[in-house]
């Protein structure tokens, strides 16, 4: 899977100024931590997001 294919995660937590996020289609592999400045607007623990080409978007 490459940068260019959807990846959906949910967001675990949010600590300070990153989320870590857990990607939906490989629920073992280890967390994502993803800075708040590259995720949309109004997530919250339990939001998900989907990412293409390291660009965010809510679902």
Excluded: F
């Amino acid at each position: 899977m490459g940068y260019a294919d959807p990846v959906n995660y949910t967001v675990v937590t949010i600590d300070g100024d990153y989320a870590m996020l857990q990607n939906e289609s490989e629920p073992e592999a280890p967390l994502a931590q993803v800075a708040l400045a590259l995720l949309p607007e109004g997530i919250s623990d339990g939001s998900r997001v989907q990412r293409i080409l390291l660009e965010y978007t809510l679902l």
